[in-house]
């Protein structure tokens, strides 16, 4: 195969492993998330000061205990650059993340948005690229009001964070 194209065609599945790994975190589909990963893959999701650093299940299950507090969360993927040598890749996506949190007593909803960038250190293995190492670098966050409302959307369907979400129901897997 042509050289170019081998490299298209690679930086595409790369992009298309932080697309499933956005989506298996928003609708907590973490078997989606284990896909992105290798096995033996390692993620970085904090630093002295907290959060999560260790292997992939460690961090699914870290997930898995953090993410139900949120009523819903959103990640808005931006600029993606991808570098690929061979098997090893390295990319860097930045992405927003929305994350609206549930009213609690006097205190009401939020919307806590962080801007960060995943930097990846891909490896292509039995064909298949996958996360082998990666950190989560924090740019600036924000936290802000946002209306609550139980009563069901004006425009639309509801959003699920698991296998009821209508993606689901169109085959997006």
């Known amino acids: 195969m042509d050289p170019k194209l081998q490299r298209l065609l690679d930086e595409a599945e790369i992009r298309d492993v932080h697309l499933r790994y956005c989506r298996g975190i928003d609708r907590m589909d973490f078997d989606l998330v284990r896909s992105c990963y290798h096995p033996d893959g390692i993620d970085r999701h904090g630093d002295s000061h907290g959060a999560y650093e260790g292997d992939v299940e460690g961090f699914i299950k870290y997930a898995a205990g953090v993410l139900p507090m949120f009523e819903s969360t959103m990640h808005f993927t931006g600029n993606q650059y991808v570098q690929v040598h061979g098997d090893v890749a ?3 996506h930045y992405a927003r993340a929305f994350h609206r949190t549930r009213p609690n007593g006097d205190k009401p909803a939020t919307d806590y948005v962080v801007n960060v960038r995943y930097i990846d250190r891909m490896e292509r293995r039995n ?11 924090f740019e600036t966050e924000r936290t802000d009001p946002a209306e609550w409302t139980t009563e069901p959307p004006k425009f639309g369907y509801r959003s699920h964070r698991n296998k009821e979400d209508l993606s689901y129901k ?4």
Do not use: C
């Open 90 to 92: 390295y990319a860097e």
């Open 170 to 173: 169109y085959g997006v897997v």
């Open 127 to 137: 064909g298949e690229w996958r996360i082998a190492d990666r950190i989560l670098a």
